[in-house]
């Protein structure tokens, strides 16, 4: 391997852990939003539901696949797209989905259920569409990677805050009304620092290859986003809620594939920045977008 795929950002061991923990602090804090009818609410009526989380962990891996083949990235930006198509909805798509004037509601059932499924949907999504390209498919056999072992550190990253959080949000009503809005500010205020101060720690290594995967990541968020409203226009969704698959598609928890991209891939340059990238530029896009729909009511579409 040379140049983009040669590449090993730094984390020290430590530095990792501190990272596992904010994360695990953000997902706390998202879980203390989740209510009992949130889940009552897929229940009465799964069928968008469904069809956003087909979007999510069916159609859009199966597209990002079918764009690898089309730009043939260097290995490890593949994997990174791979691995960034694979994880579940980041935590600013419920913010954008309102923004949008889309269906709120169905944005958070969706992205808490993805967020549920991703203990087993991202390591088998992962598995199966790495093996499936030949060059992520060696970069995979070369590192080993465990679906089982990426199963348990994505339930004690997500799967234990959030199980944590509703149980506070549960037994302790009061207190979770006050602390909600302060800790999540605060969660995704220190998250964002700390990936501020990590990317500064190997600013040469994204300085220089950054210009490498801009485009693969505009071309692959773009993707995310329109696969997102068009699965749920095929599916016969209404304009609010295609709004909201869009963005529960097209905003990926970039952060979980960063800590697994260090955590089983040795910080393997090419996914790292992709997956830093994508962390950056699906805020600029989907804060765009959003303010676009938000002018625009469902009706004129």
Same mark, same amino acid.
């Given at each position: 391997?040379?140049?983009?795929?040669?590449?090993?950002?730094?984390?020290?061991?430590?530095?990792?852990?501190?990272?596992?923990?904010?994360?695990?602090?953000?997902?706390?804090?998202?879980?203390?939003?989740?209510?009992?009818?949130?889940?009552?609410?897929?229940?009465?009526?799964?069928?968008?539901?469904?069809?956003?989380?087909?979007?999510?962990?069916?159609?859009?891996?199966?597209?990002?696949?079918?764009?690898?083949?089309?730009?043939?990235?260097?290995?490890?930006?593949?994997?990174?797209?791979?691995?960034?198509?694979?994880?579940?909805?980041?935590?600013? +798509?419920?913010?954008?989905?309102?923004?949008?004037?889309?269906?709120?509601?169905?944005?958070?059932?969706?992205?808490?259920?993805?967020?549920?499924?991703?203990?087993?949907?991202?390591?088998?999504?992962?598995?199966?569409?790495?093996?499936?390209?030949?060059?992520?498919?060696?970069?995979?056999?070369?590192?080993?990677?465990?679906?089982?072992?990426?199963?348990?550190?994505?339930?004690?990253?997500?799967?234990?805050?959030?199980?944590?959080?509703?149980?506070?949000?549960?037994?302790?009503?009061?207190?979770?009304?006050?602390?909600?809005?302060?800790?999540?500010?605060?969660?995704?205020?220190?998250?964002?620092?700390?990936?501020?101060?990590?990317?500064?720690?190997?600013?040469?290594?994204?300085?220089?290859?950054?210009?490498?995967?801009?485009?693969?990541?505009?071309?692959?968020?773009?993707?995310?986003?329109?696969?997102?409203?068009?699965?749920?226009?095929?599916?016969?969704?209404?304009?609010?809620?295609?709004?909201?698959?869009?963005?529960?598609?097209?905003?990926?928890?970039?952060?979980?594939?960063?800590?697994?991209?260090?955590?089983?891939?040795?910080?393997?340059?090419?996914?790292?920045?992709?997956?830093?990238?994508?962390?950056?530029?699906?805020?600029?896009?989907?804060? +765009?977008?959003?303010?676009?729909?938000?002018?625009?009511?469902?009706?004129?579409?």
């Amino acid at each position: 391997m040379n140049g983009i795929d040669a590449v090993r950002l730094n984390f020290s061991p430590a530095t990792l852990h501190l990272l596992n923990a904010i994360l695990g602090i953000v997902m706390f804090g998202v879980a203390l939003d989740l209510r009992g009818d949130d889940f009552r609410r897929v229940l009465a009526n799964p069928r968008p539901v469904l069809i956003g989380l087909a979007g999510h962990y069916v159609v859009f891996p199966a597209f990002t696949f079918l764009l690898v083949l089309a730009i043939k990235p260097p290995p490890s930006v593949a994997l990174g797209m791979m691995l960034v198509a694979s994880c579940p909805a980041g935590n600013i +798509s419920n913010f954008l989905v309102h923004l949008a004037r889309g269906n709120t509601a169905l944005s958070v059932s969706i992205s808490s259920a993805s967020t549920v499924l991703s203990v087993v949907a991202t390591p088998l999504v992962l598995r199966f569409w790495g093996s499936m390209y030949e060059p992520t498919r060696v970069i995979m056999r070369a590192v080993a990677v465990d679906p089982m072992d990426m199963f348990v550190t994505i339930f004690a990253l997500l799967g234990l805050p959030l199980l944590a959080g509703m149980l506070v949000q549960r037994h302790w009503p009061a207190f979770t009304d006050r602390v909600r809005a302060p800790m999540k500010r605060l969660s995704i205020g220190i998250f964002a620092a700390f990936l501020v101060l990590a990317l500064a720690a190997n600013w040469q290594y994204f300085v220089k290859y950054v210009g490498r995967v801009v485009l693969a990541v505009v071309l692959h968020n773009a993707l995310a986003l329109t696969t997102g409203y068009w699965t749920a226009a095929a599916f016969g969704l209404p304009v609010r809620d295609r709004r909201a698959v869009s963005f529960e598609v097209g905003i990926q928890n970039s952060g979980l594939g960063l800590i697994l991209i260090f955590t089983f891939f040795g910080g393997l340059g090419g996914a790292a920045i992709v997956a830093a990238w994508w962390g950056i530029w699906h805020v600029i896009a989907g804060l +765009s977008l959003a303010t676009y729909w938000s002018k625009r009511t469902a009706d004129s579409v």
